[in-house]
């Protein structure tokens, strides 16, 4: 790709998707830590003065790429559940495999807070924080048509608790390990598990806590 500097906002609106688009093919390749801005003008065949132009950082164009994956999981989320749950085995069966299908979304977002927002731009973080907010209002609506005796609170209890779970779990899982090339050493400690392993029964106990008082 030859790019020069867009004018026009549609025009910007393209550049900026194919910097997301470059930034996600090298997080697949290389991982997060080797990537520098200098990689990603290279991989669409900018200089980094003309990167400069859409972006100030590589944290700001991770940003922009956790927010379209975050928006793609809700999307898949309220295209995959459209009626409310009667197989709560299945219903847990099936989040555990749209979890699994948005693992890049799951890998960036476990180091959104430790690691991208430290060296965002305020701009960047506050938009971030803001659009992430809208998508996960619309995935409390989706939970809402799941289980409709939900009250607001529960339905958003479910949401939080969830992601705080798998957020915590996902990066110990045999997947992300395998994603990322890490050793896996099944022989020590307590070995290293399928996500569903620990996630299924998780979602099954929320989901008990939650219904209980409804």
Not at 20 to 46: E, P, W
Not at 72 to 89: C, G, I, L, R
Not at 104 to 119: E, H, P, W, Y
């Amino acid at each position: 790709m030859d790019f020069r500097r867009a004018n026009g906002e549609e025009q910007k609106r393209i550049r900026m998707q194919q910097i997301i688009d470059a930034t996600a093919a090298l997080y697949d390749d290389i991982g997060y830590d080797k990537i520098t801005f200098s990689k990603i003008a290279s991989r669409v065949n900018f200089t980094r003065n003309l990167l400069y132009h859409y972006c100030s950082c590589k944290e700001d164009i991770f940003l922009l790429l956790l927010l379209q994956d975050i928006d793609n999981y809700v999307t898949d989320a309220a295209q995959t559940f459209t009626e409310e749950v009667k197989d709560v085995d299945a219903f847990c069966r099936e989040w555990n495999a749209l979890w699994l299908r948005h693992q890049r979304m799951a890998g960036l977002f476990s180091i959104v807070n430790t690691v991208i927002l430290k060296d965002a731009t305020e701009e960047a973080h506050i938009n971030f924080r803001a659009k992430m907010h809208a998508s996960f209002l619309q995935l409390r609506k989706v939970v809402h048509l799941l289980f409709p005796t939900f009250t607001g609170k529960k339905a958003y209890q479910f949401v939080e608790y969830l992601h705080m779970f798998a957020l915590a779990r996902y990066p110990a899982s045999l997947e992300y390990k395998q994603i990322q090339h890490i050793p896996v050493y099944p022989h020590v400690g307590h070995g290293t598990n399928p996500f569903a392993d620990e996630f299924i029964p998780y979602i099954k106990l929320i989901l008990q806590a939650l219904t209980e008082n409804v």
